[in-house]
C-alpha cells in the first residue's frame, strides 16, 4: 500500500513537471495601451482598474501563480477572452462588447467568481458596484440596460 501510494505521488509530480513544458499560458507581455475611454472620473478610472482591468485591458497584472501549469492556462484563456469582448486599452480602435456591461455587473457573473478569492480588492460593495456601472454608463455611452446610447 505504501509503495502504490509513493508511486501514485511520483506519478503526479511527473505529469505536473512535463505540464510546466506546455508553452501555452506563459506569455505574460501586455500589449501597449493604445486608447482608454474618456474616463467620466478618476473613481471610474480605479474601480475598473481594481475589478476588471486585468481581463479587460492591456494593464493585466499577472500573479505569480499565472506562470505554473494547469494554471496558467486557466488565466491565460480567461485573459485572453476577456480582451477580446472588452479591452479598454483598445478604446475607439477595437469592435468593444458594450451591450452587456450593466448587467453582468449588477448580476454578479463580473468579475467571475473564480477570480476574488485570490484578488479580494476585487470584490466591490453594492454602492461601487452602482459608481462603477454609472461612471461606465457615462464614459463608454452606454444605457443603464445596457447597448450604445443613439445619438440625436
Given at each position: ?11 503526479l ?10 508553452p ?15 474616463w ?16 479587460h485591458?492591456n ?13 496558467s ?10 480582451r ?10 477595437a ?56 445619438p440625436?
Amino acid at each position: 500500500m505504501k509503495r502504490l501510494i509513493l508511486w501514485s505521488f511520483g506519478a503526479l509530480a511527473l505529469v505536473l513537471l512535463a505540464m510546466q513544458l506546455v508553452p501555452y499560458g506563459r506569455n505574460h507581455q501586455n500589449p501597449p495601451v493604445v486608447a482608454e475611454p474618456p474616463w467620466d472620473s478618476p473613481q471610474t478610472r480605479a474601480l475598473f482598474v481594481r475589478a476588471c482591468a486585468d481581463c479587460h485591458s492591456n494593464q493585466t497584472r499577472w500573479p505569480w501563480y499565472s506562470h505554473l501549469a494547469p494554471i496558467s492556462w486557466q488565466v491565460q484563456r480567461d485573459v485572453e477572452e476577456g480582451r477580446s469582448k472588452l479591452n479598454l486599452s483598445l478604446w475607439g480602435r477595437a469592435k468593444q462588447e458594450l451591450d452587456d456591461i450593466p448587467e453582468v455587473i449588477r448580476e454578479g457573473s463580473m468579475p467571475p467568481r473564480i477570480y476574488l478569492p485570490t484578488h479580494p480588492e476585487a470584490r466591490l460593495s453594492d454602492a461601487e458596484q452602482e459608481g462603477l456601472i454609472r461612471g461606465l454608463v457615462l464614459s463608454l455611452g452606454i444605457t443603464e440596460e445596457g447597448g450604445q446610447e443613439k445619438p440625436d
